[in-house]
């Protein structure tokens, strides 16, 4: 408990730091604090560069090699594996060296593991997305596919919104407008869709399915629940966002949490006009 105590406390104290002395930790990143052997008011413009240069490529040796290491500990021993496209493995390094953030890091040591036993699933276009997410933008992403749903056999994800009731003598006895699950009250609202479409995850806009046959079950999969719903009549059709072919690709990296009060919600909302089981 002691130690734990100590973290805590360190923890705040870097929190606590002042803003001047944010901007002069800074100051080290760019070679414009003494080290030592180092004092840059004693060194020219140029060797101020050179030295800021031989930190930020230590820097990015660091990052390279810690990615490296993540990968190796997701690389099976008993699995065939591939030699690396050389022009993918190029682009990879030289994005990768980039990364600093050490959660993000453990998904692009991910992405060599897989590539080097099952080759092909990242395109460079995915990479050139993924290296411009940041943590904040993951978890968005994260938190998405932890309410996206797999519909029937198909493997692709989908983000329903809801579903509306269109034509048919029964629309004249009720709103024509769309029943909404209301994602913004489960953490997801427009502003983190928006966020998602800005970074080529999400398509823009909202897709439609066709008109739901009554007789058919739609057999939904949502992370570790299965939900039945049959439609009580033919005039129903669901509402969703659809991920991008790179999105889809990202779902392979992402380990999204349940929600339980998600789920809960939906078959609440559906129940009006399906058969829930």
């Known amino acids: 408990m002691a130690e734990i105590a100590k973290i805590s406390e360190a923890k705040s104290a870097q929190s606590d730091v002042s ?8 100051g080290r990143q760019l070679g414009l604090s003494s080290e030592e052997g180092y004092r840059p008011t004693n ?13 930020l490529h230590s820097q990015y040796q660091t990052n390279l090699e810690t990615i490296y290491a993540i ?27 980039q990364i600093h953030n050490r959660k993000m890091q453990e ?7 897989n590539e080097i036993t099952s080759p092909g699933n990242f395109s460079l276009r995915t990479l050139t997305t ?49 029943i909404n699950i209301g994602l913004s009250n489960f953490g997801m609202p427009y502003s983190n ?23 058919t079950p739609i057999n939904f999969t949502l992370m570790n629940t299965q939900m039945k719903l049959t439609p009580k009549s033919g005039h ?16 392979q990296l992402i380990h999204p949490k349940a929600d339980n009060e998600y ?8 129940a009006k006009d399906f058969k829930v089981e």
């Open 107 to 113: 998904l692009w040591g991910r992405i060599l593991a």
């Open 130 to 178: 993924l290296k411009q997410l940041t943590h904040k933008e993951a978890q968005i992403l994260e938190k998405a596919l932890g309410m996206a749903v797999k519909v029937n056999n198909e493997t692709r994800l989908k983000l329903i919104i809801g579903y509306r009731y269109t034509g048919g003598i029964g629309q004249i006895f009720r709103k024509s407008s769309p």
């Open 43 to 55: 060194a020219s413009v140029a060797e101020r560069a050179e030295h800021r240069h031989r930190k």
């Open 71 to 97: 990968a190796l500990s997701h690389t099976p021993s008993d699995v065939t594996g591939v030699d690396l496209d050389p022009d993918w493995a190029h682009q990879f390094f030289l994005i990768a060296e």
């Open 263 to 270: 789920s809960t919600a939906m078959r609440q909302v559906f």
């Open 19 to 26: 803003a001047r002395k944010k901007a002069l930790l800074l």
């Open 193 to 215: 869709i928006l966020t998602l479409v800005d970074a080529g995850i999400l398509h823009r806009g909202e897709f439609e399915t066709g008109l739901l046959n009554s007789k």
């Open 236 to 251: 129903l059709l669901f509402n969703y966002y659809r991920l991008t072919p790179i999105g889809d690709e990202l779902t």
